[in-house]
């Protein structure tokens, strides 16, 4: 059994600072920190010895890097396939029959659909078949509006099969939603199902599906029968997964792509309220996904991995397609909701199917948190060794409830950062090497560079306030190469607030110690409280280590005098609301970061708004405080928290 030890740092104010055994240091596949300065002084170098070493190319490239500001490109001339990599070299190999995917469903009764590399293989082949009987060919788009079964993995390896980018877009989106990426990618098809489950109910999506390509470029709808409930039908536009599967040829050459070829497009939110379309390329990303899959969470191929994420988001496509796959590893895709039929299903299903490494976001850590120890009581974890989040800032509280009750304080928590944009992890501790810090992500991956840089963009320091996250070049392999059809908003967005030599993240920072980075959030959620920057995150971090608070989410209110002062939702684990507790919280935050970050209100509350992926909608909680139209609420799990919250807040419509 893998352990890390503890090492207690009493001069930096943070308590706890782990550190990886011996042991682990031994099986890890990195466990030198020398790696580190060696990539640092040729990245170039060091990302084309990854590249030979973990893709199998068609044809080398004939340039590593070349740069034409803002634009960059990687493996130039070289030649590969992404499903290739993913699919048929694991299918020739030794992994034939190794379990690829373990597609856990809902109900709970249904048996798990596990497929091997092999059987992998042969649904890709036949769908890659599909498509392009369907007339779908290289470049075209297409779109998928899948939930979490395997048959969006299949649908998205068949489009990187025949050289078609697909845009995937999550299954809880509404028809507007779905339709106006259609438009703006000009799909060619659609995949979808008549539905899906979600708490036992039946969900039809094929509505949504076909409102969606009302209009639209879209001349075929492929429809996979999940439920088999009753739905619309278009004759000759929509067509039944199984029967064009039935009469598709077995094997499907897969076309040579060139290295900056796009892979795929995912849409992001903009600030323009319109959504925007990353583009992913397909050697440089694939390289990083690789990498930073088998590095991260030391993957070996005894391992289970589960990664919680929907595969709507850009988490999904990296580490439930195209990163554990490109490895050969097993991994666990679960249809359902974390709390059905109970509490612990998240628990069982890491018992029943041996899962060795978990990632999931701090979001569900909390409400994992909040529903009790109980439920992880009686089920076996042991089997675990590493333990990641991702998708925001952990707080301290939240990071040692992960580490002591889920890990049994045997795993390594791996705090990742990165964004839709950076394609894959870009800062955290490599499990061989460390430090595991609460609240901390760690250094660059190796062959990266970030800086915090001020307002003016000079260079911060340690002890210095929070500041801009920005990535000097060679840039990573895995970034994006541009917003699709949009290259203005691509240069708008990323290379002009400090210049074409420092991608613009809009993420706070601050050192905690020689090139480890505190995240501190999102730079629309870092407040100018009289004239002061302030973090959020470290707002909700100071209330969340309240012993009776089980979540905590705090957006700027206007004000008056400051410009801008903390408003703290809270959701109690037992104790009752009252004043005297507010002022509680309140003197906390005082004490643990000072005056000027004291809440200007406390607000108790059953629920906060969340996605059915667990993400708190901070946007509509400041569009509350503010008094300003909620707008699109169609993606809320829980949309009558919204209601009561106006209630709590004194909205007026």
């Not at 990353?278 to 070996?300: E, M, S």
Request: overall charge negative; aromatic content about 12%; some cysteine.
């Amino acid at each position: 059994m893998r352990e890390i030890t503890k090492w207690v740092v009493e001069d930096t104010g943070q308590k706890e600072v782990f550190w990886p055994s011996e042991e682990m240091k031994r099986l890890a596949w990195v466990n030198d920190a020398s790696l580190y300065r060696q990539a640092d002084e040729d990245p170039v170098a060091f990302w084309a010895e990854r590249a030979r070493e973990g893709l199998d190319w068609f044809r080398t490239w004939d340039e590593t890097y070349r740069r034409d500001p803002p634009y960059f490109k990687w493996f130039v001339g070289g030649k590969l396939n992404a499903c290739y990599n993913c699919v048929d070299r694991h299918a020739k190999s030794w992994r034939r029959n190794k379990a690829a995917i373990i597609g856990v469903r809902e109900p709970t009764g249904e048996p798990a659909k596990t497929l091997t590399y092999h059987d992998l293989y042969r649904e890709v082949n036949r769908f890659a078949n599909v498509l392009k009987d369907l007339g779908v060919g290289r470049g075209d788009r297409v779109s998928i509006y899948l939930p979490m079964i395997p048959e969006a993995q299949i649908a998205m390896l068949a489009c990187a099969r025949i050289g078609a980018p697909h845009s995937v877009v999550f299954s809880a989106f509404s028809a507007d939603s779905l339709k106006d990426r259609i438009e703006d990618a000009g799909s060619k098809a659609l995949v979808t199902c008549d539905g899906y489950y979600r708490r036992g109910r039946a969900v039809n999506l094929k509505d949504n599906a076909d409102r969606a390509v009302e209009g639209t470029t879209v001349a075929h709808v492929v429809v996979f029968r999940r439920t088999g409930q009753e739905v619309d039908w278009v004759e000759g536009r929509d067509h039944w997964w199984h029967e064009l599967m039935e009469g598709a040829e077995p094997y499907c050459e897969p076309e040579v792509m060139d290295s900056e070829d796009t892979l795929y497009i995912l849409y992001t939110s903009g600030t323009t309220g319109r959504p925007k379309g990353v583009i992913h390329t397909t050697g440089g990303y694939l390289t990083q996904a690789y990498w930073t899959t088998k590095w991260d969470f030391d993957l070996h191929d005894e391992d289970v991995f589960w990664c919680t994420s929907d595969i709507g988001w850009v988490t999904g496509h990296t580490y439930n397609v195209y990163g554990p796959l490109s490895v050969g590893a097993t991994q666990i895709f679960y249809e359902g909701a974390p709390d059905f039929p109970d509490r612990g299903r998240v628990w069982e299903i890491i018992e029943r199917h041996g899962v060795t490494v978990f990632y999931t976001a701090p979001t569900l850590i909390r409400m994992f948190m909040g529903w009790g120890d109980e439920w992880l009581e009686g089920h076996d974890l042991t089997g675990l060794r590493l333990l990641a989040t991702v998708g925001e800032p952990i707080s301290r509280d939240a990071w040692m409830w992960y580490f002591e009750q889920v890990g049994g304080c045997r795993c390594p928590v791996i705090d990742t950062w990165w964004q839709t944009e950076t394609g894959s992890t870009l800062i955290n501790a490599l499990p061989g090497i460390g430090p595991f810090i609460p609240t901390v992500a760690g250094r660059s991956f190796p062959g990266t560079r970030h800086e915090i840089l001020d307002d003016r963009g000079e260079a911060l320091g340690l002890g210095d306030d929070p500041g801009y996250l920005v990535q000097r070049g060679p840039f990573g392999p895995g970034m994006l190469r541009g917003i699709f059809g949009n290259p203005a908003m691509y240069e708008e967005n990323y290379w002009t607030r400090f210049g074409h030599d420092a991608y613009f993240s809009s993420d706070g920072a601050r050192y905690f110690s020689e090139g480890n980075f505190r995240l501190t959030g999102r730079l629309d959620d870092v407040m100018k409280v009289a004239g002061h920057r302030l973090s959020a995150a470290e707002v909700e971090n100071a209330i969340a280590t309240h012993p009776d608070v089980a979540e905590c989410a705090v957006v700027p209110a206007p004000h008056e005098i400051k410009g801008e002062t903390p408003w703290a939702f809270v959701r109690l684990k037992d104790r009752e609301p009252s004043d005297e507790l507010a002022k509680e919280l309140t003197d906390q935050v005082v004490k643990v970061l000072g005056p000027t970050c004291r809440p200007e209100r406390i607000v108790f509350t059953a629920a906060v708004p969340r996605t059915r992926s667990g993400k708190i909608m901070r946007r509509i909680l400041k569009s509350l405080v503010r008094n300003e139209p909620v707008g699109d609420t169609t993606t809320i799990e829980n949309p009558e928290s919204v209601e009561d919250l106006k209630t709590l807040v004194g909205y007026k419509e």
